[in-house]
């Protein structure tokens, strides 16, 4: 069964632009997370979506949003990025609940 | 406001020295608990989990975890470590009435020496 899978790997932006993350969830699982990764705040949630309806989420502001499609797969898009922005983001898959969730790889995401 | 503490921000043993790594978490109701590793370029992966029950768990890798309530603790054990559980540990909860959101501690680095 393939795993979690995020594109791209490695993204590197300007300060004010906008970024779409794409995460597909392994198949049959239905929900899915989203989480920044920094050596100074370490992990933290962003927020999760259970068949296209986001369920929870963070202490994050709005630039940070989501959506999931109907097949399961998300995207996370930030706007009007900063450089505080600057980290791992990584999507996590489970089939419905939370309890059991397997990690993608991250996306490496640089603000300059 | 609910937070994990990981206390150890960096572990260095030498091969089969006993591991305890401290997990504290900061909620008073029902909570599920876990910890993850992240191997070096690797994917974070689920290394154990407590619902309820018995309250020390066995995870994968030879690893286990005692849960206990009165200290709002889940510290994470082995025995005997290896060079390659040379990996990040993290500790991470659920309040239970928080439905999905998981509050992770800030990691712990584990170092094996050889």
């Known amino acids: 069964k393939a795993g979690v899978t995020q594109t791209p790997r490695y993204l590197i932006k300007t300060r004010g632009q906008q970024v779409t993350l794409s995460c597909s969830p392994i198949?049959?699982?239905?929900?899915v997370s989203w989480y920044q990764q920094t050596p100074g705040q370490g992990l933290q949630f962003l927020f999760e979506?259970?068949?296209?309806?986001?369920?929870n989420k963070g202490n994050f502001p709005g630039r940070f949003s989501g959506r999931q499609f109907s097949n399961s797969r998300s995207e996370m898009n930030v706007s009007t990025l900063e450089l505080g922005d600057s980290a791992l983001y990584l999507c996590?898959?489970?089939?419905?609940?939370?309890?059991?969730?397997?990690f993608g790889p991250g996306t490496r995401l640089t603000v300059t | 406001a609910q937070s994990v503490s990981q206390h150890n921000h960096h572990v260095i043993l030498s091969e089969a020295a006993s591991l305890e790594l401290g997990c504290n978490y900061s909620?008073?109701?029902?909570?599920?608990l876990f910890w993850y590793v992240q191997y070096p370029g690797q994917h974070l992966q689920l290394l154990l989990k407590?619902?309820?029950?018995?309250?020390l768990v066995k995870g994968i890798k030879g690893f286990e975890a005692e849960f206990i309530k009165s200290k709002f603790s889940f510290n994470l054990r082995k025995p005997s470590v290896q060079w390659s559980d040379t990996a990040e540990y993290f500790c991470?909860?659920?309040?239970?009435?928080?439905?999905?959101?998981?509050?992770f501690g800030s990691g712990t680095r584990l170092s094996i020496r050889p």
């Open positions: 996590a898959s489970s089939l419905e609940a939370v309890y059991e969730q397997y």
């Open positions: 198949s049959g699982h239905r929900s």
């Open positions: 979506y259970f068949s296209e309806t986001q369920r």
């Open positions: 909620y008073g109701g029902t909570v599920n």
């Open positions: 407590y619902f309820s029950g018995d309250p």
């Open positions: 991470a909860v659920i309040p239970y009435s928080s439905a999905s959101k998981i509050i």
